[in-house]
C-alpha cells in the first residue's frame, strides 16, 4: 500500500500547483485573455488581460491591456480563456 499512498500525494501536489493557475508545470502555461473584476464600490469591469499574476492565499493581480493594475481577491475575479 505504501506505493498507493506516494502515487496519491504526487497526484494531489501537482493538481494543487497546477489549480493555482498562472503557473508552469511540465510545460503547461496557464493563459487568459479577459478579466471581469468586482471592484470594491460594487462596480464590475471586463478588460482584456496584458498579464495576471496570483499570489499565496487568494489575491491576484490582473494588468489591463490599458495599463491599469488591478489587486484583488480570486473571488471576485473571473478569469477566462476564448475558444479561438
Given at each position: 500500500?505504501?506505493?498507493?499512498i506516494?502515487i496519491?500525494?504526487?497526484?494531489?501536489?501537482?493538481?494543487t500547483?497546477?489549480?493555482?493557475?498562472?503557473?508552469?508545470?511540465?510545460?503547461?502555461?496557464?493563459?487568459?485573455?479577459?478579466?471581469?473584476?468586482?471592484?470594491?464600490?460594487?462596480?464590475?469591469?471586463?478588460?482584456?488581460?496584458?498579464?495576471?499574476?496570483?499570489?499565496?492565499?487568494?489575491?491576484?493581480q490582473?494588468?489591463?491591456?490599458?495599463?491599469?493594475?488591478?489587486?484583488?481577491?480570486?473571488?471576485?475575479?473571473?478569469?477566462?480563456?476564448?475558444?479561438?
Open positions: 500500500m505504501r506505493p498507493n506516494k496519491l500525494l504526487v497526484i494531489f501536489t501537482l493538481s500547483l497546477t489549480g493555482c493557475g498562472n503557473k508552469t508545470i511540465l510545460d503547461t502555461t496557464y493563459t487568459y485573455d479577459r478579466a471581469i473584476i468586482q471592484l470594491a464600490d460594487g462596480t464590475v469591469v471586463d478588460t482584456k488581460i496584458k498579464s495576471w499574476t496570483d499570489y499565496e492565499g487568494e489575491q491576484i490582473v494588468i489591463a491591456e490599458d495599463g491599469t493594475v488591478y489587486l484583488t481577491s480570486s473571488f471576485r475575479c473571473d478569469l477566462i480563456k476564448s475558444i479561438k
